[in-house]
């Protein structure tokens, strides 16, 4: 089965810029979605196809695609940022929807 | 307000029956997929399949395939997920997410979910 690989863990000082990888063989042809979760909350969609902001998201989150890696950038870590993340996209077909493992993101 | 409420907390034993609930409101129920998202303890999250309330198309992630099933009622906007025989190893939180408005696989709006152990 189709699977999306993101590093388990990052951590950055406030003020840095954070970036998180997702990579998987279907990103060149399907978008790729990133969520953030905080302790005992639902997940908060933070970035959708690819690199567009949802609405209420802060600009300091974006998103890029380059074949078959995604990144999520955070610039300007905050402490509240400080959460676990996670990629979804979906196989060639697009029938079937996956998420990465998740990376947690520890803010020093 | 987009909303997705869903049913309360589980406690049950193997072999036992279930079904949970997920009720939209605020929106057009029965133009947005619903999917269903597996979190254990600790753990990531997991894509279970999602759900066409229009039409009731489904589609099952081939890990839970013919173990759980998911349905809808389109007359009270509720989308279901049912066992019929439950495993200490089904113990987690459920969520649904409703397909976002920006289309694809978009999850904008998410319920509270519904933690299950056995």
């Known amino acids: 089965s189709y699977e999306l690989t993101q590093p388990p863990s990052v951590s950055v000082s406030p003020g840095q810029t954070a970036r998180i990888t997702c990579s998987g063989d279907a990103l060149p042809k399907q978008y790729a979605y990133w969520y953030q979760q905080k302790p005992g909350q639902a997940p908060v969609m933070v970035i959708y196809k690819d690199s567009e902001r949802p609405s209420g998201i802060p600009e300091r989150f974006s998103g890029s695609n380059s074949g078959t890696k995604v990144t999520l950038t955070i610039s300007g870590v905050q402490a509240e940022d400080e959460a676990d993340y996670y990629c979804?996209?979906?196989?060639?077909?697009?029938?079937?929807?996956?998420f990465g493992g998740g990376t947690k993101l520890t803010v020093l | 307000d987009v909303q997705l409420a869903q049913s309360g907390v589980e406690v049950k034993k193997p072999g036992e029956s279930l079904k949970i609930s997920c009720m939209g409101s605020?929106?057009?129920?029965?133009?947005?997929?619903i999917a269903w998202v597996r979190q254990k303890p600790g753990k990531g999250l997991e894509w279970m399949g999602i759900?066409?309330?229009?039409?009731?198309?489904?589609r099952y992630s081939p890990s839970f395939e013919g173990q759980v099933t998911m349905s809808v009622d389109k007359s009270i906007t509720t989308a279901y997920l049912q066992w019929s025989s439950l495993k200490a190893s089904d113990s987690a939180i459920y969520y649904c997410a409703r397909q976002g408005e920006t289309g694809g696989q978009s999850l904008d709006v998410w319920g509270q979910g519904t933690t299950v152990t056995v």
């Open positions: 759900i066409y309330p229009g039409d009731s198309d489904t």
């Open positions: 979804q996209s979906a196989d060639n077909s697009g029938r079937y929807w996956v």
């Open positions: 605020g929106y057009t129920f029965t133009t947005h997929w």
